[in-house]
């Protein structure tokens, strides 16, 4: 495998940006590619420094990209950078014009953990043309839901990323908005896998977004057990999604005595 670290310059953040890549070897014409999304306290490293993920794709044939986006949340702030633009639409257009990724619907997913299981989500509820399956582990699903626990300086945060606090619900960062629109459209709907831990303190409003998504009808693997918010689950549960991913896993490699 090869890991990357690039340095681009990115129109929708206005500014310098930093990506990890790891890409299978030997190179070919054209791999499948997940997107793999950073919680809130984490950036473009943490995946490769807290699990092995490198080794876990290292035989099935899968590009893997993880963009940093700060604190936030995969979304055009309203007083901030343009992270949801940034990651649903200048990143796949780099990555796929310096990489041999493919641009098919069929070769592109997304996951990601408590932030990032937000975004990856969010991403496929809204561009389900563009993403073959989803996954969300441990997610912040309903942002709405999190609002009361928040103090002021956290209030303040959330009002610069998503505006008027008030307005949030019903609105495009609204995963439960999201889900009911997808539920009426005739588009294509991705694949979606969602776990969370027993433990975990997000554990209650993942219950209550996968029965709202078994209500609307939307298909989806959901997996719970044992388990907190912590890296110990998520690096136990991406090899979960990496199996469950609509992969032609890469035959190993031969090995010489």
Same mark, same amino acid.
């Given at each position: 495998?090869?890991?990357? !670290?690039?340095?681009? !310059?990115?129109?929708?953040?206005?500014?310098?940006?930093?990506?990890?890549?790891?890409?299978?070897?030997?190179?070919?014409?054209? %791999?499948?590619?997940?997107?793999? =999304?950073?919680?809130?306290?984490?950036?473009?490293?943490? +995946?490769?420094?807290?699990?092995?993920?490198?080794? %876990?794709?290292?035989? =099935?044939?899968?590009?893997?990209?993880?963009?940093?986006?700060?604190?936030?949340?995969?979304?055009?702030?309203?007083?901030? &950078?343009? %992270?949801?633009?940034?990651?649903?639409?200048?990143?796949?257009?780099?990555?796929?014009?310096?990489?041999?990724?493919?641009?098919?619907?069929?070769?592109?997913f997304v996951a990601g953990l408590s932030m990032g299981g937000y975004g990856a989500f969010k991403l496929a509820l809204t561009y389900p043309a563009r993403y073959a399956a989803a996954?969300?582990?441990?997610?912040?699903?309903?942002?709405?839901?999190?609002?009361?626990?928040?103090?002021?300086?956290?209030?303040?945060? +959330?009002?610069?990323?998503?505006? *008027?606090?008030?307005?949030?619900?019903?609105?495009? *960062?609204?995963?439960?908005?999201?889900?009911?629109?997808?539920?009426?459209?005739?588009?294509?709907?991705?694949?979606?896998?969602?776990?969370?831990?027993?433990?975990?303190?997000? %554990?209650?409003?993942?219950?209550?977004?996968?029965?709202?998504?078994?209500?609307? *009808?939307?298909?989806?693997?959901?997996?719970?057990?044992?388990?907190?918010?912590?890296?110990?689950? +998520?690096?136990?549960?991406?090899?979960?999604?990496?199996?469950?991913? &609509?992969?032609?896993?890469?035959? &190993?490699?031969? !090995?010489?005595?």
């Amino acid at each position: 495998m090869a890991r990357i !670290q690039c340095n681009i !310059q990115s129109d929708a953040l206005g500014s310098a940006a930093t990506i990890e890549v790891i890409l299978p070897e030997p190179l070919r014409k054209s %791999y499948p590619v997940l997107y793999l =999304l950073h919680g809130l306290l984490d950036d473009q490293t943490t +995946w490769t420094r807290q699990t092995s993920i490198e080794r %876990y794709v290292q035989d =099935l044939g899968v590009a893997v990209v993880m963009p940093a986006v700060q604190r936030g949340f995969y979304t055009d702030m309203a007083a901030g &950078p343009r %992270y949801f633009s940034f990651v649903a639409d200048e990143l796949p257009a780099l990555v796929t014009g310096m990489f041999p990724i493919s641009r098919r619907r069929k070769d592109t997913f997304v996951a990601g953990l408590s932030m990032g299981g937000y975004g990856a989500f969010k991403l496929a509820l809204t561009y389900p043309a563009r993403y073959a399956a989803a996954a969300s582990l441990s997610g912040a699903l309903d942002v709405v839901d999190l609002l009361p626990t928040l103090d002021k300086a956290e209030r303040k945060e +959330w009002t610069a990323i998503f505006g *008027n606090l008030k307005k949030l619900a019903g609105s495009d *960062n609204d995963l439960t908005h999201l889900a009911g629109q997808l539920a009426k459209s005739k588009a294509r709907r991705p694949q979606l896998f969602q776990c969370c831990g027993n433990e975990d303190f997000l %554990y209650d409003q993942n219950v209550t977004y996968r029965d709202l998504l078994q209500s609307l *009808n939307i298909k989806l693997t959901y997996e719970d057990g044992p388990g907190e918010h912590d890296w110990a689950y +998520w690096d136990l549960m991406i090899q979960r999604v990496l199996a469950w991913l &609509p992969l032609k896993t890469s035959a &190993p490699r031969n !090995q010489s005595v």
